[in-house]
């Protein structure tokens, strides 16, 4: 051991002998052998000082933190500068960090933090392209939910009885139109117009459907609505009869820009415009399709409607404001709940705003939390009315509407069971009092936040304004997200392929126990963030991604698969290389394996041996992009900080040993300092002192 003076005993022996000469004493104790040990592992030089010594040139040793750690440019981002030339931010470049609810994308966070890392010359690699973890589930799901179609609450001006009849009588149209039973939108397979363009079509009125005469009042604007779809990809135009102009460029959905065509898709779509510059007191419309060869379109015909925007409404909505746009909330109480109208894209579809309720728990009874809304008038004694509203939550459950009195008795709709799934309901009950004049919702069977939208209350007796909802079919959803993989993909590279020239494509693909097949959620309860492309798009969403991610990349980068689990099962990494088997017969190229490790003291070493041997036999490159050795201890023992030291050190010199020097790409620390929690698997304590981690992690590049 080495000695050391005792400097505060020195100090005070100086004093007492200022007056006298003498010969100063020396008190000589041992260091604390904690003391002598963090020395040593002090006395390590830098991580970074390894790669002189390593026979692969540009090796990375790489850092996984959250992007804030790095961003704020403290001490942990002084730490990665000094040990790493690769960093993998755990937080903040996935899909649900970039994609916005309204499925715009946000790299304002991510780019900012790529021009740090470019400044410190430090090499990136963000999180996996596509994942079944991390993505903006709420935004995919919101895509394959049901088209919610409400009629307008008006007189429809367009007479439809011959079309909902079976015959076209009134109606005038090219060759290729006829009527199709069941091919209409939503429940009970109602009709539609099925409209056939044949090979030679060069026009657009080569395929034309003109409808009769419609009566209109002179000075008034008149909304024409109509839902289209497709076999192919479509393009179509509305042209006129008794217009100042009768082939207008228009605004064709709400919220577009104007166009002299419109487009459609396998999808229903709605068609949705205004006119006004009638010559006189009709007009007439002709929907033209005859621009793409051999196409078959369908326009249903119970949501065909032409009506006045100014006109009486047929169906009075006694909640103003039932789709809670104007941001005005409902009154509550009970139970320290909470109340308000949340964000944009809260809604249902995604869309707009929806009025929310939290209830911190369940109470004793349903009334217990409660919301109100207080009509002009009561509803009339006697008379029947409906209710219907979208709802869902962030738990299951139940909530109850009811008409009530000031005295609190009411006429109930019955409980409504609430999923984490937008659900359309609607109710009805028979008022049996004359002061009925306040709409309640009770929550207490209820644990969380519900989401409600679109209310509408209205006398039974009252016409029109009905709903239809229609369901994606499997091959809509197909498509559907395979055109979110492919804007994701290609958006994501483009924006930052100038600093990022290494990507993880696709991560876990194989299934976690039936290793033929890839990962699915079909059966599970998803969890926060969790989305599976591949249970729409089927295996080949994997050739899918890595195309598109060579496309729109850089030619020379790297593109990773990611797989974990592997070291206890050599199956699945079998499983593996055979999907990249599959992923390069159709036309994908992939360039390496990415290899995530969680290890503790009662893992098999020798299967992480034979796990670098098996993938170093696919020629590609090999990284380690998450090295997890745990010693799960709060207070973990010297004898569990020299064990993990141990273990890191065979791990690295194994990489090294069983993959060939032109096959390494390098190592990346999932976790390099310790958390709070039990895993203590860093190689730095939360304090950042260097443990025997460190140490083992160093001797196993140095090869000691």
Not at 320 to 342: K, L, M, P, T
Request: aromatic letters at 10%; a negative charge; proline letters at 4%.
């Amino acid at each position: 051991m080495k000695n050391i003076i005792k400097g505060g005993l020195l100090a005070g022996i100086v004093s007492l002998a200022s007056c006298a000469d003498f010969e100063a004493l020396e008190y000589q104790v041992e260091k604390p052998l904690s003391v002598e040990i963090q020395e040593e592992l002090n006395s390590y030089p830098d991580l970074l000082s390894y790669l002189d010594g390593l026979s692969t040139p540009g090796f990375k040793i790489g850092a996984s933190l959250p992007l804030s750690d790095y961003t704020n440019r403290g001490v942990r981002y002084r730490l990665v500068n000094r040990n790493f030339n690769e960093f993998t931010p755990s937080s903040g470049t996935d899909h649900r960090s970039i994609v916005q609810n309204n499925g715009s994308f946000n790299f304002v966070q991510l780019n900012s933090f790529l021009e740090i890392a470019q400044e410190n010359d430090l090499n990136v690699v963000t999180a996996p392209l596509i994942s079944h973890r991390n993505q903006n589930a709420s935004f995919l799901n919101s895509l394959l939910s049901p088209l919610v179609v409400n009629s307008p609450a008006f007189v429809n001006e367009l007479d439809i009885a011959s079309l909902s009849a079976g015959n076209l009588e009134g109606w005038t149209s090219s060759a290729g139109v006829t009527y199709a039973e069941r091919e209409g939108m939503g429940l009970g397979s109602p009709p539609a117009i099925k409209l056939t363009t044949g090979s030679g079509v060069s026009s657009p009125d080569d395929l034309r459907f003109t409808s009769p005469s419609i009566p209109i009042i002179p000075g008034r604007t008149y909304e024409i609505v109509a839902y289209i779809k497709s076999d192919i990809d479509g393009q179509g135009r509305f042209t006129f009869e008794g217009l100042n102009n009768n082939e207008p460029t228009l605004v064709w959905t709400p919220g577009g820009t104007p166009s002299e065509t419109f487009s459609t898709g396998i999808s229903w779509k709605e068609i949705r415009f205004r006119v006004s510059d009638f010559e006189g007191d009709s007009f007439k419309f002709s929907l033209e399709l005859g621009y793409i060869p051999n196409n078959e379109y369908y326009l249903d015909i119970n949501n065909l409607y032409v009506y006045d925007i100014a006109g009486d409404p047929v169906v009075n909505n006694l909640v103003s404001n039932g789709d809670f746009e104007s941001g005005i909330a409902w009154g509550g109480w009970g139970n320290n709940s909470v109340r308000g109208v949340a964000e944009e894209g809260s809604g249902v579809g995604n869309s707009g705003r929806a009025f929310f309720v939290t209830n911190p728990s369940l109470t004793g009874g349903f009334w217990e939390v409660q919301t109100l809304y207080q009509l002009a008038e009561p509803v009339k004694n006697g008379e029947t009315y409906r209710l219907s509203f979208w709802v869902r939550g962030d738990a299951e459950g139940a909530i109850r509407p009811e008409l009530q009195s000031p005295n609190f008795s009411s006429n109930g709709f019955g409980q409504v069971f609430v999923t984490t799934d937008w659900r359309f309901v609607s109710l009805t009950t028979t008022v049996t009092a004359d002061d009925r004049n306040r709409l309640i919702f009770s929550y207490g069977e209820f644990a969380g936040t519900v989401f409600i939208d679109d209310v509408v209350l209205a006398s039974e007796s009252m016409t029109g304004g009905q709903t239809t909802i229609v369901d994606k079919t499997p091959s809509e959803k197909t498509s559907i997200i395979s055109s979110q993989l492919e804007r994701w993909v290609s958006g994501y590279v483009s924006e930052t392929k100038d600093i990022i020239k290494i990507r993880d494509v696709i991560n876990e693909p194989i299934h976690e126990s039936d290793f033929s097949s890839i990962r699915t959620g079909v059966g599970l309860t998803p969890g926060e963030g969790e989305f599976y492309w591949q249970d729409y798009i089927g295996k080949e969403y994997g050739p899918m991604a890595f195309k598109l991610a060579r496309e729109y990349g850089n030619a020379d980068d790297l593109l990773f698969i990611s797989e974990s689990g592997m070291e206890s099962n050599l199956a699945k990494a079998q499983a593996l290389l055979d999907y990249i088997d599959f992923i390069e017969e159709h036309g994908g190229m992939v360039d390496g394996i990415s290899v995530r490790l969680q290890l503790n003291f009662n893992s098999n070493f020798n299967n992480v041996t034979d796990l670098f041997e098996l993938l170093a036999s696919s020629g590609k490159k090999i990284r380690i992009s998450s090295l997890d050795i745990r010693i799960n201890e709060s207070s973990p023992s010297m004898v569990a900080l020299v064990n993990q030291g141990e273990l890191y050190k065979q791990v690295v010199a194994s990489y090294l040993s069983k993959v060939p020097t032109n096959q390494r790409y390098g190592i990346t620390v999932a976790n390099p300092v310790d958390g709070t929690d039990s895993a203590r698997n860093g190689l730095w304590a939360n304090n950042l002192n260097r443990k025997h981690a460190y140490a083992g992690f160093a001797d196993g590049l140095g090869g000691n």
